[in-house]
């Protein structure tokens, strides 16, 4: 069940980390200058 646990916060983590991926590169789009 241990391993259950960690498999489901890994997903709930790397959703986060593509949510926050896909928002980065909306906002360089919208503001190129300040992502270099």
Not at 8 to 22: K, R, S
């Amino acid at each position: 069940m241990e391993d259950d646990s960690l498999m489901g916060e890994m997903h709930l983590v790397h959703a986060t980390y593509t949510y926050a991926n896909i928002f980065m590169m909306s906002c360089s789009f919208e503001a190129p200058s300040a992502f270099g």
